[in-house]
């Protein structure tokens, strides 16, 4: 994590609390997603509703064991 991450952050919190987006989203998922963004990264999780509405997050859905 570094300064870049806490601003992306920081955006994807502003932009999922103004949209009222928040249920089911934790602060670590949030960083998760910032990180990922970040990196252009793909996101994979088998919660993907915890990240379906983050703007600019490749969202991968794990389907395995």
Do not use: C
Request: hydrophobic share 45%; proline share 5%; net charge neutral.
């Amino acid at each position: 994590m570094d300064v870049e991450t806490a601003h992306r952050y920081a955006t994807i919190a502003a932009g999922v609390r103004h949209g009222a987006v928040l249920d089911g989203r934790s602060k670590p998922d949030l960083w998760i997603a910032a990180w990922a963004i970040q990196h252009a990264a793909p996101l994979v999780t088998r919660n993907t509703k915890h990240f379906n509405a983050i703007p600019d997050l490749e969202l991968i859905e794990y389907r395995g064991n």
